[in-house]
Nanobody, 126 residues
Framework: QVQVAEFGGGLVQTGESLNLSCIAS????????MGWFRQAPGKEREGVAC????????YYTGGVKGRFTISRDNAENMLYLQMKSLKTEDTAMYYC???????????????????WGQGAHVTVSS
């Protein structure tokens, strides 16, 4: 089973950009849909973006659409999240997640993901 680990979090100011990366440890990365989730202090975990196994389908939660871009490189077992125009409400622990692919699309239902990283903290200050 694949294992994943995030890196690239940090502290930025409002309006700035930050990129997160996630590396998968095992082969068969392209058997998985991949997603980014986040959890802010005192709030429930929410889905941010997901990408199909091929990368041809992506889905974003409304609050990040147009500001965040999810992508993957199956040859390198890598998942990315480009975040632009960051807002203070984007402050959270961001998690990379993998789940078995069962079609050409993806969903942001956390129960469909069975592999989770340890998280990367993103802080956006005003």
């Amino acid at each position: 089973q694949v294992q994943v680990a995030e890196f690239g979090g940090g502290l930025v100011q409002t309006g700035e950009s930050l990129n997160l990366s996630c590396i998968a440890s095992a082969s068969g990365f392209d058997d998985y849909v991949m997603g980014w989730f986040r959890q802010a202090p005192g709030k429930e975990r929410e889905g941010v973006a997901c990408i199909s196994w091929s990368g041809s389908y992506t889905y974003y939660t409304g609050g990040v659409k147009g500001r965040f871009t999810i992508s993957r490189d199956n040859a390198e077992n890598m998942l990315y999240l480009q975040m632009k125009s960051l807002k203070t409400e984007d402050t959270a622990m961001y998690y990379c997640a993998a789940g078995p692919s069962n079609g050409a699309e993806c969903e942001l239902e956390s129960r469909q993901y069975n592999v989770w990283g340890q998280g990367a903290h993103v802080t956006v200050s005003s």
